[in-house]
Structures are given as C-alpha cells and as structure tokens.
C-alpha cells in the first residue's frame, strides 16, 4: 500500500522568499507522484507530475520538484513566493494495481504568504 | 475542451436522506473516480468506473455507490446520509489507455451539508 506524508500543515514564507513543501512518499513499487494546488471553494488544480522521465519536474507558476528514491522525496519548491501563491498544496502518489491508477493523497499544507 | 464538471455544486441535506451527484468526465477520458474531502483533510479515495464498472473501492460503506454511463458520466449516491458525510466531493477524470501516469483532472467538487 502506498501513502504520503506532508510535513508542515501550515507554512508561512514572506513575499519574495523561498517556498518549500516537503512531502514524502511509501510505495512498494516504482511511483507516479503528483502536486496539486487548490484554492478556496475551487477544486484541484495539477502543479506538476513525476513520471520517471526525470528527476526534475518543473510545473506551472514557478514551481518545482525534484524526485529523490534514496529519500523517498518529492519536495515542492518555488525561488520567491508571490502573495498569489498562497493556497493549499497536496502531494499525491499514485500506482498501478490490477491494472487500475490508484491516487492518494497526503492531508495537505497551507501556505501563507505575508507582506 | 471542457474540463471536469460536476453538479449540483452545493446542496444542503437531512439526516437519513439519499444524495445524487453528478459528474462529466473531461473529452477523451473513459475513466472516472470520486474523492471525499472533509474540511481540512486531504481528497479520500471513494471509488473508481471504468466501461461503467466499479473498478476500485477505497474505505467507505456500502451507503456510498454509483453508476458510470455509456458516455463515461457518473453518479455518486449517498444513501442514510450522516452528519459525518457533510464535506466536498470531488470527480476525477482520466484516459486509462496509454501510460500508467497519466494526469487525473479534477472538477470544482459539489459541496454536501447534511443538517
């Protein structure tokens, strides 16, 4: 069985500094791994996705992750926060079983983004 | 190219009512699964149709079912609802076909309140 860990259920970073969400990953096999962002009353929007292609990913709006299998990592990261930015942010891991994608989701962290 | 929608988008509901909702899966995608979002938590995995079988299930009672169309729609029906069921229900969708990671979309949820 597959899960993730969010660490940090809330983040706080000035405008113009570095975002980091950290997420971590168990999967018994080979991973997909996702970031998605969702804004009040809306629903989840796709930042970016890891499909093995490479360890890398850059996404919309600025941010990035870098797939780590020795730390079970897929840490989020954008250079300098903009007010804009401020949202919750869920990572995802999805695997394939019987043939089916099966998605789950960590509980999520909420960024704040302060003047 | 519409994306994921759902409908209704909010309902409030009674105690020991049943509940329908609907969802249209984006253009190309066969694929349909729905997600429970309780307040502060992350999506939870209710279920998975495909060519209009349940495919995958994750843990939730019997009171939870659904239905997938020829046209790749669905409906989520909630049965005997309970307070605890009162949360953001969000349809998912995607092509199954091709690679394993290929990106779920997500609608705007339909928001459930059981009074």
């Known amino acids: 069985a597959q899960s993730v860990t969010q660490l940090g259920s809330h983040v706080s970073v000035s405008e113009g500094a570095l975002v980091l969400l950290r997420c971590n990953y168990s999967?018994?096999?080979?991973?997909?791994l996702f970031w998605y962002v969702q804004y009040p009353n809306q629903g989840l929007q796709l930042l970016l996705k890891y499909t093995s292609a490479a360890t890398l990913v850059k996404g919309i709006n600025g941010f990035e992750a870098e797939f780590k299998k020795s730390e079970t990592s897929f840490h989020l990261t954008k250079p300098s926060a903009h007010m804009s930015d401020a949202a919750e942010y869920f990572c995802a891991v999805s695997v394939s079983s019987g043939g089916y994608q099966k998605v789950t989701f960590g509980i999520g962290t909420k960024l704040q983004v302060i003047p | 190219d519409a994306g994921v929608t759902q409908s209704p988008t909010h309902l409030i509901k009674t105690r020991g009512q049943q509940v329908t909702l609907r969802c249209s899966p984006k253009?190309?995608?066969?694929?349909v699964s729905w997600y429970q979002q309780a307040l502060g938590q992350g999506p939870q995995f209710i279920f998975q149709?495909?060519?209009?079988?349940?495919?995958q299930r994750g843990n939730f009672p019997d009171r939870f079912s659904g239905h997938q169309f020829p046209n790749y729609s669905s409906e989520l029906n909630v049965n005997a609802l309970l307070l605890g069921d009162s949360a953001l229900y969000l349809c998912a969708s995607r092509r199954r076909t091709g690679t394993s990671g290929n990106t779920i979309y997500f609608g705007e949820g339909s928001w459930l309140t059981v009074v």
């Open positions: 253009s190309g995608h066969d694929t």
């Open positions: 149709y495909y060519e209009e079988e349940e495919r």
């Open positions: 999967s018994s096999v080979p991973p997909y």
